[in-house]
């Protein structure tokens, strides 16, 4: 009889223990999501730098490393340097999972910036607009506060999704 009693004794204390192991796995789990909830896109970006990424964006998907963060701006090294607005990104595959909450120095220097280095260099550049379905091509004539000139046209940043060219502005 002492047996069964201890059987079900090792029992019931087995299923205590599962049972709080259960919660604190729920707890843990609750955890988790909290802080989920406060992670950002730019900070899951920051984590990717120097990783494999693909990045979707309207009408086009671009693959490379991800090589730079700016104000608004993820600089993608693969067949061409391509500095992306980050507000038109449509989707984003990464090779980890990590969010790097600190900002580097240099994330100030924004789509302007890239557009005046290539102008200095006098490179090439293919920009594309979101709503156009080809690339403007050509040198940046003139590069102001928040449009740029290519081409005999005035593209205004916020329609710009991506430029190309086959240098890093930030490399």
């Known amino acids: 009889m002492d047996d069964r009693i201890d059987a079900l004794l090792a029992d019931v204390e087995a299923a205590e223990t599962a049972a709080e192991r259960h919660a604190r796995r729920g707890e843990f789990g609750d955890e988790v999501a909290a802080q989920a909830a406060e992670r950002t896109l730019l900070e899951r970006i920051r984590g990717a730098l120097g990783q494999a990424v693909q990045v979707v964006l309207p009408g086009r998907e671009i693959a ?56 200095a260099m006098h490179e090439e550049v293919a920009i594309d607009v979101a709503d156009r379905p080809g690339p403007t091509r050509g040198r940046c004539i003139f590069v102001g506060a928040d449009y740029v000139e290519i081409a005999g046209r005035i593209v205004p940043f916020a329609a710009i999704t991506a430029v190309h060219a086959r240098t890093n502005p930030f490399g």
Request: glycine share 14%.
């Open 64 to 119: 490379g490393t991800a090589d730079f963060l700016g104000r608004d701006i993820l600089v993608v090294d693969g067949a061409e340097a391509s500095v992306i607005a980050i507000n038109w990104i449509r989707g984003l595959r990464a090779d980890s999972r990590v969010h790097r909450i600190e900002a580097g120095g240099l994330e100030r220097l924004g789509l302007g910036s890239a557009l005046r280095r290539w102008a």
